[in-house]
């Protein structure tokens, strides 16, 4: 049976989200399955959403533009709770789920990617990892492959686990150019620490061409368990 959808979560902002997101729908996109990328809310844009316009571009889907996906957009540079109030707009749950199942309607599944990290706010009682129930998808949880990686990935983990929420899966991304200390380790010490073993490191792929993204997320990250299989 086909997950409906998947919510990518970061261990902070910066991480990799928007490219594995970009990875993943291109991959989509060429086997023709329509997954519909969606970012609830998008911080800091000057004046357009630019991972909406990232997003949209990979995914490639006929008559989808950057403003149908990203429905709450502020230019404040930060949380979206702080966003919304600094523009007097504020956020409602109601109105976030409402845009999920219309952008679902239009496309197989949904690939939505949550501003920064699981308990980044977005109005009061309203968090990044509360996406996940609202919109009843799986958390996929991206953490960059650096120094301090170990640590961020297991207290996410941990969350996730206390508050009992969808989990598909962790993903390391090569935010930078590879140092052989952690490139090696921090894969094998999250799986000892936490009892979860990573579904791949997205190598670093300097440039942000979906095309070169997918083949890179395709030949880095095990893709069976996601939507059930049809991106394998
Ligand atoms: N695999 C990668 N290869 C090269 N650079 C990357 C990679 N992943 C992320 N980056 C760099 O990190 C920045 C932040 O990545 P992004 O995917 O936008 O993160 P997030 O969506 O979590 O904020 C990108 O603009 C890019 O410079
Ligand atoms: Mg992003």
């Known amino acids: 049976m086909l997950t409906p959808g998947l919510l990518i979560v970061g261990t902070d902002t910066g ?3 928007t490219t594995l997101a970009q990875g993943l729908l291109r991959i989509a996109s060429r086997k023709h399955f329509r997954l519909v990328p969606y970012k609830p809310v998008e911080t800091g ?8 316009r990232r997003l949209c571009a990979a995914a490639d889907l006929p008559g989808l533009r950057p403003d149908d996906i990203a429905p709450f957009r502020f230019a404040h540079p930060v949380a979206p709770s702080v966003a919304a109030r600094l523009a007097g707009t504020p956020i409602s749950a109601q109105a976030l789920r409402s ?3 219309d952008l679902r309607a239009r496309g197989d599944a949904l690939l939505v990617e949550s501003a920064g990290g699981l308990l980044t706010p977005y109005a009061s009682g309203l968090t990044s990892s509360s996406l996940s129930e609202l919109f009843a998808v799986d958390i996929l ?3 960059p492959n650096r120094v301090g990686a170990i640590n961020q990935a297991a207290l996410a983990l941990a969350e996730i686990r206390h508050r009992q929420l969808r989990f598909a899966g962790l993903v390391l991304v090569q935010v930078a150019p590879p140092s052989p200390l952690t490139e090696v380790h921090n894969a ?4 000892a620490l936490t ?3 990573p579904l791949g490191t997205l190598r670093h792929c300097p440039g942000q061409d979906p ?3 997918a083949n890179a ?3 880095d990250i095990s893709l069976g368990g996601l939507f059930g299989g049809v991106l394998a």
Do not use: F, N, S
């Open 15 to 17: 991480v990799g989200k």
């Open 217 to 219: 997320v395709a030949a």
């Open 211 to 213: 095309d070169q993204l």
């Open 99 to 101: 845009h999920a199942r």
């Open 188 to 191: 094998a010490e999250i799986a």
């Open 195 to 197: 009892g979860i073993t």
């Open 141 to 143: 949880l991206v953490a």
């Open 45 to 52: 844009c000057a004046p357009h959403p630019e991972d909406a």
